[in-house]
């Protein structure tokens, strides 16, 4: 089957730096996503991987091992704003998005 | 202006009732997608339009149909609800679906669906 599995939820301080792991198993692999998700809001994209390595956008880096289906998403700095979901989401083998069941980063002052 | 919209924001309604969840997008894009998100968080999609056909139709009851009258617009009809189709409904887009490279979703704000 196919799967996508994060940590349920995290607590951060505000300014530190705070990493969410995903790891994945999917028939077929096309790229993997990060999105935000704020309570009541929609999911916004984040970032997108499909070659090994680091990327890296501001304060958000998203890095990929397709040997170890594996991806984090690392938040540096945090801030108050930052509080929300985070959702991993594997593009597979007939370009469907898979679903992770996301994060919840609490941030604490 | 927005780039996908739905309407409406929220929708309480009787078990039994049928109803209907508009989405539109403005942004050129060839596919569109409804997804069902519990109160898990869990994001599910249910179907997918590329160019006004359906090329995904996930195992959701047929009580759920999706309606494309163009490439812009996909609406969700709902008949006989039930109380388990209490979720929120996101309309989502993307440029294509079988882009292989990035080709980022753009959600709508969501529909929270209550079944009474």
């Known amino acids: 089957g196919q799967n996508i599995d994060q940590p349920t939820e995290m607590t951060a301080t505000e300014g530190a730096i705070v990493q969410i792991n995903c790891t994945y198993q999917?028939?077929?692999?096309?790229?993997l996503f990060w999105y935000q998700q704020h309570a009541g809001e929609a999911p916004t994209f984040l970032s997108y991987?499909?070659l090994d390595g680091l990327e890296e956008k501001g304060r958000f880096s998203s890095f990929l091992s397709r040997s170890k289906g594996y991806s984090y998403l690392l938040l540096k700095e945090l801030q108050m704003k930052d509080s929300a979901s985070y959702l991993c989401a594997v593009k597979g083998s007939n370009y469907q998005l898979i679903w992770g069941a996301g994060t919840k980063l609490i941030i604490k002052p | 202006d927005t780039a996908v919209s739905q309407t409406p924001k929220y929708l309480v309604t009787q078990m039994g009732n049928d109803k209907s969840i508009k989405c539109e997008q403005n942004?050129?894009?060839?596919?569109m997608y409804w997804y069902k998100q519990d109160s898990k968080k869990f994001l599910k999609i249910m179907f997918s339009y590329n160019n006004k056909e359906l090329i995904i139709n996930e195992t959701v009851p047929n009580r759920f149909s999706p309606k494309s009258p163009d490439k812009a617009h996909l609406n969700l009809h709902i008949n006989s609800l039930e109380l388990g189709d209490s979720a929120v409904y996101f309309c989502a887009s993307s440029p294509s679906l079988q882009e292989r490279g990035y080709n980022e979703q753009f959600f709508g704000p969501g529909t929270r669906l209550t079944v009474l």
């Open positions: 991987n499909v």
């Open positions: 942004l050129g894009h060839d596919t």
């Open positions: 999917t028939s077929g692999f096309n790229g």
